[in-house]
């Protein structure tokens, strides 16, 4: 991955790239402002002599990924989520941050975690307090 196969990529409404294997020039890729995911890094120079097909399922770490998936990644990784899970998976990760959001400000308020999260019977179970 490097300038060229960015600009072809984004000529055609890619917005990242998500690669089971590894790329190299990573420095010149971290200021692409293109998103490129890889299993690691190499030295090596690249070969582009995989096959492939456009549309079709694939498996990325394990992970089968089919056509219309939501692909998420940032510095601590990558998720897929099914077409069909989309919806219900963001209105879960709106909750989510509202929640932490709240435990924040309860903590900035005076309250511990052991309260928020109510730790204290398993603190009390395992004689910890």
Known sequence: MGRVLREAALARGIAGLVIDGAVRDSAS???????????????KGTGKNQPSRVGEAITVGGVLIQTGDVIV???DGVVVVATEEAEKTLQRARERAAKEDGFRR??????????LMHFEESLNRLHLT
């Open 29 to 43: 890729i971290a200021t692409m402002k293109f998103p490129v995911f890889a299993r690691g890094v190499s030295i």
């Open 73 to 75: 990644g940032d510095r």
């Open 106 to 115: 309860a903590i900035r308020e005076g309250r511990t975690t052991v309260e």
